[in-house]
């Protein structure tokens, strides 16, 4: 299929013209790459900070019940 | 909230550009005047044009949020200017190795097209600076939205002073009175303009995503760092560093 494809379309030209063309589209794509690395970075941070939380909401409820069972013993 | 529809949204992106860049390199005839280099005019122009509309959109949120006083369209508008940016440095630097491989220059000052959009770029610039120079949340999302507003009035003006003024090298592909593009390479251009307007939104969409989940979880450890019903005091919960 692919080769089908590349078959039936002009050569592209890597001269000069073709390196400031990919370049153009480096460049973008590029960008596009930084910009999902630093949201994946941000989620990674979101999440270690959930699991810390989720984590000290839990040790509070055990310490909660452990209060509670005292208060019940006397 | 967000996040809703964003994985679908997502998947169309990469398939739009992944259409529109096999348009622009396996269908769309080579230029008879520029040859290769015009296949930048596939991803640059789509690129000026959704930044600039995404700075009004901007704007068009900000005067919800300052009709409305909900804080959420603060972020709309926010994030709209953010991402306008990203694309503005896309835009500058594609422009820049167009006009190297055309006119022989990374950059032309005479020529009004540039500078003008240099212009609009760096008054967005100055936005954060402005914004996060103000420290109470409520003061901050007004002022920005007045500046979202007025800015995003500036650049239809802005605009159509340069198309009114003498262009000297900049070509005016849409503005040619006998014809413009031919078929095949407007078809293309459309398509490469739904795509990348559709990796604007989608981008948008995840930047309100991660902003929203990050309120939520200062939410929660607002909700935890109270103190416990019962006494006990006020319990501090983790920093995460």
């Not at chain 2, 550009?17 to 290769?36: E, K, M, T």
């Not at chain 2, 120079?133 to 003061?139: L, N, S």
């Not at chain 2, 413009?180 to 739904?194: D, E, I, Q, R, Y």
Request: glycine content about 8%.
């Amino acid at each position: 299929m692919v080769g089908l494809l590349l078959a039936g379309t002009p050569a592209l030209p890597l001269d000069e013209a073709g390196k400031y063309v990919a370049g153009a589209y480096v460049v973008f794509l590029v960008l596009i790459v930084v910009y999902v690395a630093i949201m994946a970075a941000k989620l990674g941070r979101m999440e270690k900070e959930l699991r810390e939380l989720a984590g000290f909401a839990e040790q509070r409820r055990a310490e909660g019940g452990a209060e509670h069972e005292k208060v019940s013993a006397r | 909230m967000y996040g809703k529809g964003l994985k679908p949204l997502s998947i169309a992106t990469v398939v739009a550009i992944l259409a529109a860049f096999s348009l622009v390199f396996f269908y769309a005839p080579l230029d008879a005047d520029q040859g290769f280099i015009q296949k930048i005019f596939y991803l640059h122009v789509p690129l000026a044009i959704t930044a600039l509309v995404g700075f009004v959109v901007g704007g068009v949120f900000a005067v919800a949020h300052l009709r409305s006083g909900n804080r959420k369209w603060d972020a709309y508008s926010y994030v709209s200017i953010h991402m306008s940016v990203i694309f503005g440095v896309a835009v500058l630097v594609t422009g820049s190795i167009w006009a190297k491989a055309s006119w022989g220059h990374w950059w032309v000052w005479e020529e009004p097209t540039l500078v003008s959009f240099l212009i609009v770029f760096l008054m967005y610039a100055t936005y954060y600076p402005f914004r996060y120079a103000i420290e109470d949340p409520e003061r901050q999302a007004r002022y920005s939205s007045v500046f979202a507003i007025m800015a995003g009035a500036f650049v239809p003006l802005n605009f159509m002073a340069v198309r009114m003024a003498q262009s000297l090298v900049h070509p005016r592909v849409f503005a040619t009175a006998n014809g413009g593009l031919p078929g095949s390479m407007m078809f293309t251009f459309l398509v490469c303009l739904a795509a990348v307007a559709l990796l604007w939104v989608t981008l948008v969409k995840l930047e309100l995503t991660a902003k929203s989940a990050s309120g939520q979880l200062k939410r929660l450890r607002r909700a935890l760092d109270a103190p416990a019903p019962g006494g006990g005091g006020s319990r501090i919960a983790p920093e995460v560093g």
